[in-house]
């Protein structure tokens, strides 16, 4: 198993992204029962620091031996990895913000080494969307480095928020979008696409000489939207970032188009990735919604993104690839995921019943994960043989 761990680390990130995008919501239910008393930073430190880092951190340990076509995963990387994961269970149970925000760090600089390590190791060009992984990552660094200090200094809040705003969401859209511009044209059909970025980025020149001039700008837009934000206007970074983003996603996704492969796989990765966007441009023109309403972008894009972009990565690792064609699970997992933001962003609306609706909008989502964990675990264990595996085949 280790060595198909090397190859697949996914195989390793994936149940502990499982088990704490389950227990981080599960919080807000033991909350609402008086168990516990209000679960915040607790909460978002988990989800964002915890489920849906080992999520980034299992896909792209994958991921860029190949797209780099560099060595894989060495022994003692996966054993660290695995001490790591240990540490950050034990961190999100008994939580200490300090000791919790820690272990982030490190397992963020951890993926910026191993990344790099294979970057100017590298046979091949990554995607030129990929020059979004750096910059999101130290956005990420940089946030989590705030709220660290934060915990021994006293902070003036507008630095705080903005702390908070790199990690929960700079990072993290920026992985997405950086890595979906990629993934995404394949898995809606559009095949020019993924041939047309192919034709660009598979050269044998220095990796900056394949990256499009647009993009730089609109990655560099993408950074200092956050910045703008906080510290010059904060209708117009949110706006700015809502642009750069439905730009790449207009050009690099087609999301205007209904997707080619139809499958039920690709139409709720459609539907989520429209939430996405709809989440983004609400955050910028109607930013009285506050947390609440930014929930639309978290639960339905962040949430909803991540498990169909998992789905995607297990089964093209292993067996069952014919499941994208069958709407169970995947039309239960973003009917689930979709209830779940709009019951979440409802508290805006409804402060009143806020108490009761922070339990639905768990619930919801708990019902997402136990759908995905019920059809796609299993299949994280069955190793493939050689044959039929796809492990070596991951430019398609």
């Known amino acids: 198993m280790l060595e198909a761990i090397k190859s697949d680390p996914y195989r390793l990130f994936f149940p502990v992204g499982w088990l704490l995008g389950l227990y981080s919501p599960a919080l807000w239910i033991l909350f609402a029962y008086g168990q516990i008393p209000f679960p915040q930073p607790h909460h978002a430190d988990v989800i964002v620091g915890g489920s849906f880092l080992c999520f980034v951190m299992g896909f792209l340990m994958t991921a860029i031996p190949r797209f780099a076509q560099g060595p894989r995963a060495k022994s003692w990387e996966i054993w660290f990895s695995l001490c790591f994961l240990l540490a950050l269970l034990g961190g999100a149970i008994f939580y200490r913000r300090f000791y919790f925000l820690l272990l982030v760090l490190v397992g963020l600089l951890f993926l910026v080494v191993y990344g790099l390590r294979r970057f100017l190791r590298r046979a091949s060009n990554p995607p030129s969307t990929f020059l979004f992984l750096p910059i999101s990552l130290f956005l990420g660094i940089w946030g989590v480095g705030i709220l660290i200090s934060s915990q021994w200094w006293e902070m003036p809040g507008t630095w705080l928020e903005f702390g908070k705003k790199l990690f929960y969401q700079g990072m993290l859209l920026g992985l997405i979008l950086g890595i979906g511009s990629r993934l995404i044209p394949g898995i809606f059909g559009h095949v020019e696409i993924v041939v047309q970025q192919r034709n660009l980025y598979e050269k044998n020149v220095p990796y900056l000489r394949v990256l499009p001039i647009g993009l730089v700008v609109l990655t560099l837009f993408y950074f200092l939207s956050y910045p703008l934000e906080f510290f010059l206007h904060l209708q117009a970074g ?138 796609f675990l299993p299949k994280i264990f069955v190793v493939p043989s050689p044959s039929v595996s796809t492990v070596d085949q991951p430019r398609n």
């Not at 019943?353 to 136990?370: G, K």
């Open 238 to 375: 949110r706006l700015l970032r809502a642009g750069v983003a439905s730009v790449l996603v207009w050009r690099y996704w087609h999301l205007h188009r209904w997707p080619k492969a139809r499958t039920p796989m690709a139409y709720s990765l459609w539907g989520v990735a429209f939430l996405l966007v709809v989440g983004l441009w609400v955050e910028g023109l109607y930013p009285e919604g506050g947390r609440d309403v930014a929930h639309l972008l978290f639960v339905g894009g962040f949430g909803g993104i991540t498990l169909m972009i998992a789905s995607r990565v297990i089964l093209a690792h292993g067996p069952g690839k014919e499941l994208e064609g069958c709407k169970f699970p995947y039309y239960g997992i973003v009917f689930f995921i979709v209830l779940a933001a709009l019951t979440r962003a409802s508290i805006h609306f409804m402060p009143q019943s806020a108490l009761p609706h922070y339990a639905y909008a768990a619930i919801c989502w708990e019902v997402a994960y136990l759908l995905w964990g019920l059809v």
